[in-house]
């Protein structure tokens, strides 16, 4: 059954009334200071600018909404009438397929330009694409790009309104992926304070690298990354973290091993001989285990180039591998994400 709602100007009229409304442990999440903060910002460009006490609202919140997908609960009467659009400039699986479960799970309606069919193909500059689609009366605009810093400028030109969410920009940042980790890995072991975190491949192209640093790092992490030396970068430690070239010390004693994705065009550009070189010796399989923490798991954000930077055998060990628990995961936060930011309320 369909109501009118008169929430604001740009939502949709209609609410589905028999759809079950927020329940009262995920509303006192909500009320949380950091849940609160995390609001006043209106955006998520970066992690970098957000505090402990947001990150840990965010991430309680996308558990208790884990719960309730569990359970079968969902879709909530929680964003009832109001859109989203996705803008994905470069390719995605994962973030955005869940963004949109994430949308649809909380009653809001999903925009998913296809730029690829759309005017972008004609020459309309992102700009005025973003311009187009702000003018759509979306809540939120969810932009991936390859340039970083693009949501800063997609900040610029969409209506103060209009909540920007960074789905990945060039090599500076991955927010959500970052968060997803995070909950994964406090799934696992409650606290990452004094956990030995080891990032092994491209650090240095890698977004997913720079988010989980900067994130991890404030929640008091052991930092290891690992790669060959043209992909790891040059004082990276005075971000925090410990660098290796030899994946075999990098391991010892960790609790969590983070395999990145190889990009095969640093072949083209000669950054490493071969994938064949590098996956003999950056490849994270069960033999480099022998000397990581009895405990160890390992994650990947996804896609594998499987046999590469990851054996087949390890990435489908259900007893090792946190790979499909982060892409569930990845619903969750995104869910937490977008509740905390769109609802209506301070
Ligand atoms: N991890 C990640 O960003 O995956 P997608 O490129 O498939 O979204």
Same mark, same amino acid.
């Given at each position: 059954m369909r109501e009118t709602s008169q929430e604001t100007s740009q939502e949709i009229s209609t609410t589905d009334v028999t759809l079950p409304s927020i329940p009262a442990s995920l509303q006192s999440l909500l009320d949380s200071d950091g849940a609160r903060h995390f609001k006043r910002r209106r955006h998520l460009i970066d992690v970098e600018a957000l505090s402990p006490s947001e990150i840990e609202a965010i991430v309680e919140t996308a558990r208790s909404l884990k719960t309730l997908m569990m359970q079968g609960q %969902?879709?909530? @009467? #929680?964003l009832s009438g109001k859109s989203v659009a996705t803008l994905f400039y470069e390719n995605s699986t994962r973030t955005r397929s869940s963004f949109e479960l994430a949308a649809a799970n909380l009653d809001a309606h999903v925009l998913n330009l296809d730029i690829n069919s759309s005017s972008v193909v004609k020459g309309e500059t992102i700009d005025d694409t973003a311009r187009t689609i702000s003018a759509m009366g979306v809540s939120a605009l969810i932009q991936r790009h390859a340039q970083s810093g693009s949501p800063e @400028? %997609?900040?610029? !030109?969409?209506?103060?309104t209009i909540s920007i969410i960074n789905a990945g920009? +060039?090599? @500076? +940042?991955?927010?959500?992926?970052a968060l997803l980790d995070y909950m994964t890995m406090i799934e696992i072991c409650k606290s990452v304070e004094g956990r030995k975190i080891v990032i092994v491949g491209d650090i240095k192209h890698s977004r997913v690298a720079r988010s989980n640093i900067s994130l991890l790092k404030k929640f008091g992490a052991d930092i290891h990354v690992c790669g060959p030396p043209p992909l790891v970068p040059y004082g990276i430690e005075s971000l925090g973290v410990r660098s290796h070239y030899e994946l075999c010390n990098a391991v010892e004693g960790a609790d969590f091993i983070m395999a990145l994705r190889l990009q095969k065009e640093r072949q083209k550009q000669g950054l490493i001989p071969s994938t064949a070189d590098y996956a003999h010796l950056y490849r994270v399989d069960h033999a480099c285990l022998r000397m990581a923490g009895s405990g160890v798991?390992? /994650?990947?954000? +996804?896609? !594998?180039? @499987? +046999? !590469?930077? !990851?054996?087949?055998? /390890? #990435?489908?060990?259900?007893? %090792?591998?946190l790979i499909t628990t982060q892409v569930t995961n990845g619903i969750a936060v995104r869910m937490a994400v977008l509740l905390i930011l769109l609802r209506n309320g301070d």
């Amino acid at each position: 059954m369909r109501e009118t709602s008169q929430e604001t100007s740009q939502e949709i009229s209609t609410t589905d009334v028999t759809l079950p409304s927020i329940p009262a442990s995920l509303q006192s999440l909500l009320d949380s200071d950091g849940a609160r903060h995390f609001k006043r910002r209106r955006h998520l460009i970066d992690v970098e600018a957000l505090s402990p006490s947001e990150i840990e609202a965010i991430v309680e919140t996308a558990r208790s909404l884990k719960t309730l997908m569990m359970q079968g609960q %969902l879709p909530l @009467r #929680a964003l009832s009438g109001k859109s989203v659009a996705t803008l994905f400039y470069e390719n995605s699986t994962r973030t955005r397929s869940s963004f949109e479960l994430a949308a649809a799970n909380l009653d809001a309606h999903v925009l998913n330009l296809d730029i690829n069919s759309s005017s972008v193909v004609k020459g309309e500059t992102i700009d005025d694409t973003a311009r187009t689609i702000s003018a759509m009366g979306v809540s939120a605009l969810i932009q991936r790009h390859a340039q970083s810093g693009s949501p800063e @400028r %997609l900040n610029e !030109i969409a209506p103060p309104t209009i909540s920007i969410i960074n789905a990945g920009d +060039g090599w @500076r +940042g991955h927010p959500t992926q970052a968060l997803l980790d995070y909950m994964t890995m406090i799934e696992i072991c409650k606290s990452v304070e004094g956990r030995k975190i080891v990032i092994v491949g491209d650090i240095k192209h890698s977004r997913v690298a720079r988010s989980n640093i900067s994130l991890l790092k404030k929640f008091g992490a052991d930092i290891h990354v690992c790669g060959p030396p043209p992909l790891v970068p040059y004082g990276i430690e005075s971000l925090g973290v410990r660098s290796h070239y030899e994946l075999c010390n990098a391991v010892e004693g960790a609790d969590f091993i983070m395999a990145l994705r190889l990009q095969k065009e640093r072949q083209k550009q000669g950054l490493i001989p071969s994938t064949a070189d590098y996956a003999h010796l950056y490849r994270v399989d069960h033999a480099c285990l022998r000397m990581a923490g009895s405990g160890v798991r390992i /994650l990947h954000p +996804g896609p !594998i180039n @499987r +046999g !590469i930077e !990851i054996t087949g055998a /390890l #990435a489908d060990d259900p007893a %090792l591998s946190l790979i499909t628990t982060q892409v569930t995961n990845g619903i969750a936060v995104r869910m937490a994400v977008l509740l905390i930011l769109l609802r209506n309320g301070d």
